[in-house]
């Protein structure tokens, strides 16, 4: 039997795909611990957040300087064990001081793949020489494709597991399930094409000022710096704060893992057009920053429409504008970032973009989780879509004429 070709593209699609649908499964499992079982409020949700961005802030750099100078693969590894962990962890007990430290551990494990799975598959298929950036960028998209169609899978075996005995056990199982998939990427990732960092002569600091002045010295990267922070600083409210608003609204309590998982299905649906859309924007020839400029409009006009009202079927079809081109929007600006950083920098550069989104989480799950507990969580929501409106704006800037 011929054995098959060696294919970076297909590992990166399934492998991170599988990821992605995992962790559909486990948000919408610990939404509803959270929200229904340990019953947390505003403050209490936004700190989960607080916790989680601060840990990736202080680690995103020196785990994606791991990933330049020694290896991608073991940094994906290390991620998938750490963040596999922190599922577990998050459901073990219902004390929420216990499960507080758990963000800590899973922000610890995302920094050592944020940027790593990127850069990876960008290299190896660079050095191949069939890919360009624009097909690396179609990539992304087909990988949250892939992923969206997992997901689907496993939103609804978390809606029948969860129901027929816990949201906790389906959560922990879902961890396990995480940490196996190291397993696969052990098995079928090769790093053909990484140059380490350190044969260049370069050390910890260097590549860290290297990311720095590439960003620095990139109008489309500085754009693109403001846009994450602007998309990040309303990301975090809707995220912590949007599905507490849409089960409070709904009043089904006893039934809310089966209403906020048709809701997760109904996202996932709406997500694969939004996806399968943006991959015909990129193929006409439209590029990333136009893209971003579209999605960041329609997710604030979503975002809107969810938060000015407590009707719950009105709350919906707002978060399936908003949550869906949001879910398509995180390829489109990670495909911009890809583009514009060298190579030897790259996960850098990925792992700083991702520092942009701590700080960006972080000021708003802190501001406007205070206006919330101040206030209503739909004003705070209000003030997240109109942040979105503002991203959209100044996404415009980064958009070049098409010979560029």
């Known amino acids: 039997m011929t054995a098959r070709p060696y294919d970076p593209a297909r590992v990166f699609v399934r492998g991170f795909g599988l990821n992605e649908g995992i962790e559909w499964g486990f948000w919408l499992s610990l939404s509803v611990f959270w929200i229904i079982e340990l019953r947390l409020g505003p403050i209490e949700l936004v700190a989960l957040g607080v916790v989680l961005?601060?840990?990736?802030?202080?680690?995103?750099?020196?785990?994606?300087?791991?990933?330049?100078?020694?290896?991608?693969?073991?940094?994906i590894l290390i991620a998938q064990v750490l963040m596999g962990l922190s599922f577990v962890w998050s459901v073990a007990s219902t004390n929420y001081w216990v499960i507080l430290p758990a963000k800590v551990l899973v922000g610890f494990g995302w920094t050592f793949r944020s940027g790593a799975d990127?850069?990876?598959?960008?290299?190896?298929?660079?050095?191949?020489?069939?890919?360009?950036?624009?097909?690396?960028?179609?990539?992304?998209?087909?990988?949250?494709?892939?992923?969206?169609?997992?997901?689907?899978?496993v939103l609804t075996a978390t809606m029948v597991i969860g129901t027929l005995s816990s949201v906790r056990l389906v959560a922990a199982l879902?961890?396990?399930?995480?940490?196996?998939?190291?397993?696969?990427?052990?098995?079928?990732?090769?790093?053909?094409?990484?140059?380490?960092?350190?044969?260049d002569d370069r050390g910890f600091f260097d590549t860290v000022r290297n990311g720095l002045a590439v960003v620095r010295d990139r109008p489309r990267l500085r754009v693109l710096v403001v846009v994450i922070l602007l998309v990040d600083f309303g990301a975090e409210?809707?995220?912590?704060?949007?599905?507490?608003?849409?089960?409070?609204?709904?009043?089904?309590?006893?039934?809310?893992?089966?209403?906020?998982?048709?809701?997760?299905?109904?996202?996932?649906?709406?997500?694969?057009?939004?996806?399968?859309?943006?991959?015909?924007?990129?193929?006409?020839?439209h590029g990333v920053a136009r893209l971003a400029v579209v999605l960041l409009g329609v997710a604030a006009l979503g975002g809107l429409i969810a938060s000015v009202t407590s009707v719950v079927v009105v709350i919906a079809f707002g978060y399936l504008l908003q949550d869906s081109v949001r879910e398509a929007l995180w390829p489109v600006l990670e495909g911009w970032a890809n583009r514009d950083a060298p190579s030897e920098v790259r996960a850098t550069v990925h792992s700083l973009m991702g520092q942009t989104t701590s700080i960006g989480e972080l000021i708003g799950g802190v501001a406007l989780g205070a206006v919330a507990e101040v206030t209503t969580i739909?004003?705070?929501?209000?003030?997240?879509?109109?942040?979105?409106?503002?991203?959209?704006?100044?996404?415009?800037?980064?958009?070049?004429?098409?010979?560029?």
């Open 53 to 75: 961005e601060t840990t990736v802030l202080l680690s995103e750099t020196p785990t994606g300087v791991v990933a330049d100078l020694h290896s991608r693969k073991r940094s």
């Open 118 to 153: 990127t850069a990876w598959v960008t290299d190896e298929l660079k050095g191949i020489g069939t890919f360009d950036d624009d097909d690396i960028e179609r990539l992304l998209l087909q990988k949250h494709r892939f992923g969206i169609f997992v997901a689907l899978f």
């Open 174 to 199: 879902l961890g396990l399930v995480y940490i196996a998939m190291s397993f696969y990427f052990w098995q079928n990732m090769r790093e053909d094409h990484f140059t380490p960092g350190s044969e």
């Open 237 to 285: 409210a809707f995220d912590r704060l949007g599905y507490k608003h849409f089960l409070d609204s709904a009043d089904v309590s006893d039934d809310s893992l089966v209403v906020l998982g048709m809701l997760f299905l109904i996202l996932a649906f709406a997500g694969l057009a939004v996806n399968a859309a943006s991959s015909r924007g990129l193929e006409a020839g």
């Open 378 to 404: 739909p004003v705070a929501l209000t003030i997240a879509a109109l942040s979105f409106l503002a991203a959209s704006a100044v996404a415009t800037r980064g958009i070049t004429p098409r010979k560029w």
